[in-house]
């Protein structure tokens, strides 16, 4: 009868016992992520390779895309103290909302936050912990057909007017010539945070404020304001198709990418898309700051986004979760995720990176609108701001929809946002 030598009885048990004790110490996390562009398909391949560099074991969630639904479903497994996701994928607006249900960072990223923008770095910290991790940064673009501009001899527009008067000459030239579908401008007009993001430009860009000054101060009702949200009003039916009024990312970017649109309000990762092989506009593409406000006081504004990564403090393995997202939030991951997805990165270096901008050449040409997009007034509102964002985006839709003069809209979201604040105290 055969026997196994002592020596390789031995070494069989002690790989056995090896593999037994790292399986026991094996975790599995869930991450939540995004669906817009290649965000879940980027989301799956780094939690991959984190998972066989580490030996865990990675779920990935996936939410919804509509930011509200999104907020909605967080705010309702924390609020149950659910350990059904480990880690959030939040919106730049949620830390003040969300943060008391999430763990610090700050002894995991062990100095690492400096490398990312201290703006978002300050955003992210609530009670002087660090509760989400910056992951990628976001603020509107003007994305335009370069060949209808120059086929009919366009500037680039600088203010919003402009704008108008160019995709109207457009519109109609392209319809002439056989294309019924043609529309000079497609953005995200449906009543939801987008509206919020794009209303929030249009104000701003006229001089009228940003609804909640730093001060806690009310200052949406005012004539500048007005003026630019019946300026938007004025481009639906007439540039804009009327089905804008329930257009979201996604809405936009299909009009725009099946090229029957001139112009298109969006965010940065639109690009990749609109550069894939299979795009029926590839190659005739670009990419500016939006419009300014008409009159002495125009500017170019874009609002600020960008999402972020936290660990909830209800989850069983907080560690492994926030060692995910060191790896997630890294310049390595960043720059693959700038590269592939145009996802644009947190940390100043990357913007000089030669592949980063290669892949995205908007990237360096328009860093200074990422660097100075303009906030919405989450910090300030704190655990109110979801419905001073409600409040302001249903108000402009009433405008857009033609159900309401901004005149008469503004003074009564006023008041709405007075009671909300109780008199301006918002904490």
Known sequence: MN????????????????????????????????????????CKSAADAWAKKTGNEVQVVATPADSNERLALYQQILGSQSDKIDIFQIDVVWPGLLGTHMIDLTPYAKGTQSQHFESIVANNTVGGKLVAMPWFTDAGLLYYRKDLLEKYKQPLPATWDDLAKSAKLIQEGERKAGNDRMWGYVFQGRAYEGLSCNALEWLVSFGGGSVVEPSGKISV??????????????????????????????????????????????????WALSQAADSTIKGKVGITVLPKGNGANGRSAATLGGHQLAVSKYSKNPAIAADLVMYMTSAE???????????????????????????????????????????????VTASHYNQVSNAFWNSAHEVLAGQAKATAALPQLETSLGRTSRGGKWN
């Not at 110490?25 to 817009?36: F, L, N, T």
């Open 3 to 42: 026997t196994i030598p002592r020596a390789a009885a031995l070494a069989a048990f002690a790989l056995v016992a090896s593999l037994a004790a790292a399986q026991a110490q094996a975790a599995s996390v869930k991450i939540s992520c995004g669906a817009i562009g290649y965000e879940l398909e980027l």
């Open 221 to 270: 009702n005012n004539p500048r304001a007005a003026e630019a949200l019946q300026t938007a009003a004025s481009w639906v039916g007439t540039i804009s198709p009327s089905a804008v009024l329930n257009y979201a990312e996604e809405e936009s970017r299909g009009v725009f990418q099946a090229g029957n649109s001139v112009y298109m309000r969006n965010w940065p990762y639109a």
């Open 333 to 379: 991951v960043q720059k693959e995720r700038a590269i592939k997805g145009s996802f644009n990165p947190t940390m100043p270096a990357l913007y000089k990176d030669p592949e980063v901008l290669k892949a995205n050449p908007f990237m360096g040409e328009l860093y200074g609108t990422f660097a100075s997009a303009a906030a919405r007034p989450a910090t």
